[in-house]
Nanobody, 120 residues
Framework: QVQLVESGGGSAQPGGSLTLSCAAS????????MAWYRQDPGKERELVAS???????NYAGAVKGRFTISRDNPKNTVHLQMGSLRPEDTAVYYC??????????????WGQGTQVTVSS
């Protein structure tokens, strides 16, 4: 019903930057919250940043001031600009959306994940 395609992961040096993007498609009527999570092996998945349909962002304390989340509503796309990267930002990053489907039901969907590695 809904597909999420992530792009932009990869490797960066400490202090560097990367931008992640996630495009949603399918039986979407509207998207409420869009978010990015990350997960290290052996750890729980944690919220990195989220943004409401009105564009109000929320950040985890560990990334506040370094990462910026934004969305393009007509394109059903969310971006995560990551700056001043640190080795501890290394993780698999997942896109997540809460959406109203054309059927009128709510759906919560995850992307496939994209690896971000920060090392010198």
């Amino acid at each position: 019903q809904v597909q999420l395609v992530e792009s932009g992961g990869g490797s960066a040096q400490p202090g560097g930057s990367l931008t992640l993007s996630c495009a949603a498609s399918g039986s979407i009527l509207s998207i409420s919250t869009m978010a990015w999570y990350r997960q290290d092996p052996g750890k729980e998945r944690e919220l990195v940043a989220s943004i409401t349909s009105a564009g109000s962002p929320n950040y985890a304390g560990a990334v506040k001031g370094r990462f910026t989340i934004s969305r393009d509503n007509p394109k059903n796309t969310v971006h995560l600009q990551m700056g001043s990267l640190r080795p501890e930002d290394t993780a698999v990053y997942y896109c997540n959306i809460l959406t109203i489907l054309t059927s009128g039901t709510w759906g919560n969907y995850w992307g496939q994940g994209t690896q971000v590695t920060v090392s010198s």
